[in-house]
């Protein structure tokens, strides 16, 4: 079965400093692994995802995400924090095995950019 | 481009009253779902369908029925509507393939249940 965990309920970073929200998954084979993003009051929003190829995959908002299979973790990234990054962010896990397979969420981490 | 369109955004219920939610898209995808959300549990998935008049239960499936007559709707129905069912709801869907794509998502209905 797929898992993904975040961690960290919360991160706190100041602006202009490098951001980074961890994730770790469990999956049996090759998995597909993706970052979104909530504001307040809206529907998750699609940062980033990898497939395959590259370990270093860059996304919406000037976000990029390592993938590191050895450790199984997907962390995101971003070099310098804006106020405006404050959200809700998760991490999911897939796998393309069969037809059922789903896309399972993490818990979310709130991360908070302080001005 | 509308995406998803969740209706209503809010609602608040009573105990015992039923209620839908409609979920309607517009990008000819396959694959619907249905999450809720709530504080420190993440999402959710209560049913989805892979195609028309298909569907299938979640994690969190007890308290709900759906339907999918249309390719476009997805409806989430709650008969008998309790406390423990006060969440935010999302409606996501898919292209073709179940996982590979990722999901666009609604901007979700805000149910209350008093």
């Known amino acids: 079965a797929q898992s993904v965990a975040q961690p960290e309920d919360q991160v706190n970073v100041a602006e202009g400093n490098p951001l980074t929200v961890k994730c770790t998954y469990s999956v049996s084979g090759n998995p597909y692994l993706f970052w979104y993003v909530q504001y307040p009051n809206r529907g998750l929003q699609f940062l980033l995802k990898y497939i395959t190829g590259d370990n270093l995959v860059k996304g919406s908002y000037g976000f990029e995400a390592e993938f590191n299979k050895s450790q199984t973790s997907f962390h995101l990234k971003k070099p310098s924090a804006l106020v405006s990054d404050s959200a809700l962010y998760f991490c999911a896990v897939s796998r393309d095995m069969n037809r059922d397979d789903k896309i399972i969420f993490g818990k979310g981490t709130r991360l908070h950019i302080l001005p | 481009n509308a995406g998803v369109t969740q209706t209503p955004k809010f609602r608040v219920l009573k105990t015992g009253q039923s209620m839908t939610l409609l979920c309607a898209q517009d990008m000819n995808h396959e694959y619907m779902y249905w999450y809720r959300q709530d504080p420190g549990m993440g999402l959710r998935l209560i049913h989805y369908s892979v195609g028309e008049g298909t569907t299938a239960k979640g994690e969190v499936p007890d308290g709900y029925n759906v339907s999918r007559l249309k390719k476009q709707n997805f409806l989430l129905g709650l008969e008998s509507a309790a406390p423990s069912q006060t969440s935010v709801y999302f409606c996501?869907?898919?292209?073709?393939?179940?996982?590979?794509?990722?999901?666009?998502f609604g901007s979700g209905t805000r149910l209350t249940v008093v």
């Open positions: 996501a869907s898919s292209y073709l393939r179940l996982s590979r794509d990722g999901y666009t």
